[in-house]
């Protein structure tokens, strides 16, 4: 069977339209402030044989990386109305707080119904068990360090109540669970309700064609490009200050794009250390934002890019390796790379914050977690973004009642951090102050990068300036973690992005 292009384009949004309102039931079913208020989460559908047909348009670290969780439970023996939950990013998952909850999708309830497809949800959750609260440690050495690891399980309710029971504030660990279960169960309903109105073989056909069109789109999209080899060299700083090389090296010849990370760093002893799909997902978020942002987001425009990663570096980390800032701080430092690299080809923007600037806050009967904005890198068109989440991340801040609202503190400053964004014919935005004081006794930890380094201008632009974190007016390093007393007062101010151009060229000074 052949669809033609109106058929394919109901189809495809319809698919879109199930992702969307899987992440819309998600995120109005969570209770904790990281799912509901920040949106930390995503939702995606995949083929029967695990390939990624659409996503909403949630985290990209998530979504590139989801297939992996799928290929996890795929030769498992599928039911109806199961579902499996796992976290191991050894084993399909990204970082311990990253749950991800699996369920495949049937024509029919009926025992013998055919094999459809998946759908998939993955949240990153307050807390995750362990001795760290919130599954973020500063310094972790291994994965055992960084809280509960859920190989591939099936998820019914004992499970979830059991692995709840395993971590912090466990009633509102099973709630998020739960969400994350109704959102899985929508689409069981919707796939169904689509195979009832259009046919099995329509649907399954509709999937195939949507993987085959991104790939053509990909592909056509690089063989556009002039074909040529570029590299990219930048690194991360690792706890004691010292740093952490990382390089590229992008190959372009027609329409067949290497990315090659050949001679970057070994894994280390921390926790900046990735696991392969991480860094696929970041290698290939990069990609489409520089050649067709607006093609299918699935699989099959990843059919174009080969990624080559030697194993035991710190992009591809053995089993085992602490990996809590690799999912979050590495995989933004991957996609700085790809952009510099690839960017020669299309003439790509200046680089952005190049973190998430991780914070953590908990006591007993309250865990926290967020990522804070910064400054997006200019382009040659215009200046960059101001105060937004860059690259790997998507989600929101969280609002200062709600936060507030949720635990001891008191939000002193939240403001953009004024001229932090480098000068150029186009600025580099600028980033955010966050400043908030503690009312209550608490620990907190921060991982963040851009503190040792500045984000780079491009063109002649000027870099953006380098974030800075303190406690009570005194300096903190870039990966932190100690005990708020009472009146303590936590500032943290982020990146801004790099400039693009020569000041000189620019109209209003």
Request: net charge negative.
């Amino acid at each position: 069977m052949s669809l033609d292009p109106i058929t394919l384009q109901v189809l495809s949004g319809a698919l879109r339209a199930i992702c969307d309102e899987m992440g819309a039931a998600l995120i109005r079913s969570a209770h904790s402030a990281n799912i509901k208020e920040r949106r930390d989460c995503s939702t995606a559908l995949f083929d029967a044989a695990g390939e990624l047909v659409m996503q909403a348009e949630h985290i990209p670290v998530h979504l590139g990386s989801m297939p992996a969780a799928v290929a996890a439970i795929l030769a498992r023996e599928q039911l109806p109305g199961q579902a499996w939950i796992l976290n191991d990013p050894f084993a399909g998952g990204t970082h311990l707080p990253d749950v991800t909850l699996i369920s495949p999708l049937f024509a029919s309830p009926q025992a013998d119904a055919e094999l459809i497809g998946f759908a998939a949800s993955r949240a990153h959750h307050a807390d995750i068990g362990g001795p760290t609260a919130a599954g973020m440690p500063a310094r972790s050495r291994t994965l055992a360090e960084e809280g509960v690891v859920i190989p591939p399980t099936v998820a019914d309710e004992e499970t979830l109540r059991d692995l709840a029971e395993q971590m912090r504030a466990p009633s509102e660990r099973l709630a998020d669970f739960r969400a994350q279960r109704a959102a899985n169960r929508l689409a069981e309903a919707r796939i169904a309700a689509l195979v009832a109105r259009q046919g099995l073989e329509l649907v399954r056909e509709g999937m195939a064609t949507v993987l085959e069109h991104a790939e053509r789109r990909a592909r056509a999209a690089l063989a556009a490009l002039p074909d040529g080899r570029w590299s990219a060299e930048d690194s991360l700083e690792a706890e004691d200050g010292s740093l952490i090389p990382l390089r590229l090296t992008a190959a372009l010849k027609a329409g067949r794009l290497r990315l090659d990370f050949a001679g970057s760093a070994d894994q280390v002893q921390g926790n900046l250390n990735c696991p392969l799909p991480v860094t696929r997902s970041a290698a290939l978020f990069a990609v489409r934002a520089l050649t067709d942002p607006d093609a299918p987001p699935s699989a099959g425009a990843a059919r174009a890019v080969e990624i080559l990663v030697p194993e035991g570096s710190v992009l591809n980390a053995r089993a085992g390796a602490a990996v809590a800032a690799g999912n979050v701080e590495t995989s933004s430092r991957v996609a700085d790379l790809v952009i510099e690299a690839l960017g020669e080809a299309v003439d790509g923007p200046a680089q952005g914050q190049g973190t998430m600037n991780n914070l953590t806050l908990a006591a007993d009967g309250f865990t926290y977690y967020e990522t804070i904005g910064g400054g997006q890198g200019a382009c040659h068109d215009s200046d960059g973004a101001d105060a937004v989440h860059v690259a790997m991340s998507n989600t929101l801040n969280t609002p200062v009642e709600a936060l507030e609202q949720a635990i001891p503190v008191r939000v002193r400053e939240l403001s953009v951090r004024r001229d932090s964004g480098g000068r150029g014919a186009h600025r580099g935005g600028d980033g955010v102050i966050r400043e908030i004081e503690a009312l209550a006794t608490m620990r907190f930890t921060l991982i963040t990068e851009r503190r040792g380094s500045r984000p780079r201008g491009r063109h002649g632009g000027g870099d953006g300036a380098a974030g800075v974190n303190r406690l009570n007016g005194e300096p903190l390093p870039a990966k932190a973690e100690g005990t708020l007393s009472a009146g303590d007062i936590l500032r943290i101010e982020t990146p801004g992005g790099g400039g693009y151009g020569d000041i000189s060229r620019r109209l209003d000074g």
